[in-house]
């Protein structure tokens, strides 16, 4: 069946709206991390998508295309054959495409936008209390990340939520567990807040894993827990992060825990 090119524009304009109104959204979350200049010109743009300048509907547009593209790459986007596009109506789709590959890279595309969620959620946070500034614990702990990764450093939601709970188990009293998926860099985060917080510790499951750490990344307050059962390394510690594989230890009064458990 021949394309409808009146549906197919309209269901163009449906998902250019929808993308504005995401990246509304975004923006808004994000608007205290940037600066003035460009939040005001930020600003200029958060109106409904029918009251955007032409050329910004395009660039709308460019993603709603791509997300067609996606769904029937070889027929050129969606047959929708009866009922239209539009308020008041419904819309049927019919595809004649195989769209297992598309599903997946869509439920990649949820994983990634579920963390970035995630990762604002714990930036807003932080903005929240004060903690984002050039001499902060924040920008500490992420020089920190940046030593021990090297060129390899990139931004991880993992990063944010580990010292989101460390911040907490020193500031609030509270413990936490965070679950992560298996080469995330949870460690790299865990040592990076010990090195950040001088009141916490690490504890991990092997004295190999602890020999390297404490030599080959120049940090001392790490143990294994089998050193920690015998008791007495706790002295002036507040949090200790527990690394995957580690069983946890009876802790000073005084003292909260961040346990990390990777995902099967």
Not at 88 to 115: Q, Y
Not at 170 to 191: D, F, K, M, P, W
Request: glycine share 6%.
């Amino acid at each position: 069946m021949a394309e409808n090119p009146r549906e197919s524009n309209e269901l163009i304009e449906s998902l250019a709206a929808l993308e504005h109104e995401q990246w509304i959204a975004w923006s808004k979350a994000v608007a205290p991390e940037v600066s003035e200049d460009r939040r005001k010109r930020w600003e200029t743009y958060w109106v409904p998508y029918n009251d955007l300048d032409e050329d910004v509907k395009e660039k709308d547009r460019e993603w709603a295309r791509k997300v067609a593209e996606i769904i029937a790459p070889d027929n050129g986007g969606l047959n929708a054959p009866t009922t239209g596009v539009g308020p008041g109506r419904d819309i049927t789709l019919r595809l004649n495409v195989d769209v297992s590959d598309a599903l997946t890279g869509l439920k990649a595309l949820r994983r990634e936008a579920d963390a970035a969620v995630r990762a604002l959620k714990a930036l807003e946070e932080a903005a929240r209390r004060g903690i984002i500034g050039s001499t902060s614990e924040w920008d500490r702990y992420i020089a920190a990340v940046r030593e021990i990764t090297g060129k390899y450093y990139r931004e991880r939601d993992i990063n944010l939520r580990v010292f989101d709970a460390v911040y907490n188990a020193l500031h609030n009293r509270t413990n936490s567990t965070i679950q992560y998926e298996r080469c995330e860099g949870a460690t790299t985060s865990a040592v990076a807040a010990v090195k950040t917080f001088e009141s916490a510790m690490l504890v991990v499951p092997y004295r190999e894993v602890k020999e390297y750490i404490a030599r080959e990344l120049d940090m001392p307050h790490v143990c294994t827990d089998e050193e920690a059962r015998r008791g007495g390394l706790f002295r002036g510690v507040s949090v200790v992060i527990f690394d995957e594989g580690a069983n946890l230890v009876d802790l000073p009064k005084n003292a909260c825990y961040v346990r990390l458990v990777a995902r099967e």
